[in-house]
């Protein structure tokens, strides 16, 4: 008789995410993770199709937290939107850094990186245009995907948000 695993999908993102973070991007298989989860390799193949998508899965519903989070904190004051996204953009990359710093998981992700900037980008620059709309831009939609690009970019680089939150409080004057 077949044994039955309830939440087979859920268990499968937690344990791929917690081989990452022990192991890496090249240790972790798909064999490896059905072997920790006690399945086929089949059965894994039935939710995912490849370790990449398995990955991408994980990564994109914490992005999706993440976002909903950022959410949380909109105001018309820029210093609790503008620390609400550093602080909840830094979390994810806590969460995510031995993924992020995999020199075979950047290899491999290389690729796709500059389409998911954007993304990124334009969805930071979603949630920071209400904040702009006191500024003297002309183009207030470009104001919001530069301060996005800066927080994205800076946050990820390890800039202290006192830093940034002083120069982007400059731009939106």
């Not at 990359?93 to 900037?117: G, P, W, Y």
């Amino acid at each position: 008789m077949p044994k039955i695993i309830e939440n087979v999908r859920e268990l499968l993102l937690e344990t791929a995410k917690e081989q990452i973070r022990l192991q890496g991007y090249s240790k972790t298989t798909i064999r490896s993770v059905a072997s920790a989860c006690g399945l086929g390799v089949g059965t894994v193949y039935n939710y995912f199709k490849s370790k990449d998508m398995l990955i991408a899965t994980f990564i994109l519903e914490d992005w999706r937290e993440c976002l909903k989070e950022m959410k949380s904190h909109s105001s018309t004051e820029v210093e609790v939107v503008l620390k609400g996204i550093y602080l909840s953009l830094q979390s994810f990359m806590q969460k995510h850094q031995a993924l992020f710093s995999d020199i075979d998981a950047a290899k491999v992700f290389a690729t796709v990186f500059n389409e998911r900037h954007k993304q990124l980008r334009e969805q930071l620059a979603e949630i920071i245009l209400p904040i702009c709309d006191n500024s003297r831009a002309e183009n207030k939609g470009f104001l919001a995907e530069f301060i996005a690009d800066a927080l994205l970019t800076w946050t990820v680089e390890g800039k202290p948000f006192e830093e940034l939150s002083s120069i982007i409080g400059l731009l939106l004057k």
